[in-house]
């Protein structure tokens, strides 16, 4: 999921922000007096699985069991029953839903758009690419554990991000309040991941797929994930209707048809909360003792291990997805400091919120006033509009762009990297002035 530097705008305390300070020192953060004995009860959760669930699974394995929730590649279901698209003994399914995803143009930008910390040259923090690599690896060593189909799950993992904005949360929420002004409707990254998916792209994935990245919102926490039992593109086609018309109180309800989704959501937030506390450090905006548990950055080597244990012993033969309640509370716990010292912390959230804000409405009201104009010279329509109708085209589609001029705007906004966005927003608005640490002058 990703893949925060300067402002940091959520849309509520459920969405995570971007920082793009220019130069902030090192916060120090005060150490609790329970501090250490937070510490050694995180350290005191196993980090290996039990002897009873190992001899089970290698009894489980040696008599050939498979998962009887595990979801087969024959069950793959999709719009068009293309041949090109059937799967085969050496391409299963779901593993040209993968191949599908890695070559999008789409999925080259990742590198390009922030995780957490904007307007920072510096290869060591985080992008969304090197984010959604660590979900995939995560949710498939934990998928691998509990029998279900790893292919699945890596097609979840690598596609869950594809339709995230420039700038992180940030973005999006900027990208929200101007659509849902103008519209009534809302825009949430993880919708608009299937979007590009299915619709900007025509990939022809399966549901199992889309479904996977619609319900992947990682930014609500649950200890229990129970299934949906959707099975059809008319139910889905609904479901997306309404993440539109509704606002976050109704997506965070989200849950998925297949336990390799759950598996991806919840490998979300495992893959994002202690990295981001080591991308804070490394960006200098926190200590290493910073917070509360005294790990520091270690606390992501923590999580990995404990959490991924944690859920396989507590999930295995079942047909849901669950953690102990020790893990559930841990993992509030560590989300809600990072809110508090990481995103939304004193001094870099409303610094350049304005300036985005407005770089964000003068850039849509400029492309929606060229859609109408029909100036087919503009940006929106050499960059987008041609590239999007020539992908469509090798399907017999065709993007119709006319049909929402809303819609079109926001499908080329979010498909803009950090630095395309800044870049293309100075030469139109030369007014506008973005923040830049560089590795000279940090």
């Known amino acids: ?132 690599q660590l979900v995939a690896r995560i949710a498939r060593d934990i998928g691998r554990a509990l029998g279900l189909n790893c292919d699945l799950i890596e097609a979840i993992g690598l596609g869950h991000d594809l339709g ?30 299937v979007r590009v998916l299915d619709t900007l792209y025509g990939r022809n994935l399966s549901l199992q797929t889309l479904d996977g990245v619609l319900c992947h919102n990682g930014e609500y926490e649950q200890r229990v994930f129970e299934l949906s039992h959707m099975d059809t593109f008319e139910q889905f086609d609904r479901v997306m209707e309404d993440c539109y018309t509704h606002d976050f109180d109704y997506v965070k309800t989200l849950r998925p048809m297949t336990l390799e989704a759950c598996v991806v959501r919840i490998s979300d937030i495992i893959a994002y909360v202690g990295r981001d506390r080591q991308d804070a450090i490394e960006a200098g905006l926190l200590a290493e003792d910073a917070f509360e548990d005294g790990l520091g950055g270690r606390y992501n080597s923590w999580i990995l291990t404990r959490a991924s244990i944690d859920i396989v012993e507590h999930s295995y033969g079942k047909d849901r997805i669950e953690m102990s309640e020790e893990l559930f509370r841990e993992i509030r716990r560590a989300k809600r400091e990072n809110y508090q010292k990481i995103y939304h912390s004193t001094g870099i959230e409303e610094e350049q919120s304005a300036m985005m ?44 762009w006319e049909r929402d001029l809303d819609m079109t705007v926001v499908d080329y906004i979010a498909s803009m990297t950090d630095g395309y966005f800044t870049e293309l927003a100075c030469t139109l608005f030369p007014e506008l002035r973005f923040p830049q640490r560089t590795y000279i002058n940090e």
């Open 164 to 193: 995230h904005t420039p700038f992180g949360h940030a973005g999006e929420s900027h990208l929200n309040d101007i659509y849902r002004a103008r519209t009534g409707r809302s825009f949430f990254h993880n919708v608009h991941s």
């Open 1 to 132: 999921m990703s893949g925060r530097d300067g402002m940091m705008v959520a849309r509520d305390d459920r969405m995570r922000g971007t920082d793009m300070t220019n130069a902030h020192p090192a916060i120090e953060c005060p150490p609790h007096t329970d501090g250490n004995a937070l510490r050694d009860r995180l350290l005191a959760m196993p980090d290996t699985l039990s002897d009873a669930l190992v001899a089970r699974m290698e009894a489980d394995r040696a008599a050939g069991w498979v998962n009887p929730y595990r979801t087969s590649d024959s069950e793959a279901i999709r719009r068009e029953p293309r041949a090109g698209d059937a799967g085969s003994i050496w391409r299963p399914s779901y593993v040209r839903d993968t191949e599908k995803i890695l070559h999008l143009p789409a999925y080259n930008r990742y590198n390009g758009k922030t995780q957490v910390f904007s307007f920072r040259s510096n290869d060591d923090l985080s992008r969304r690419g090197l984010h959604v």
């Open 357 to 400: 804000a407005r770089a964000f409405n003068l850039m849509y009201e400029h492309f929606l006033g060229d859609l109408k104009a029909h100036d087919e010279s503009s940006f929106i329509f050499r960059h987008h509009i041609a590239r999007i109708d020539k992908a469509l085209s090798h399907y017999g589609g065709s993007y119709d």
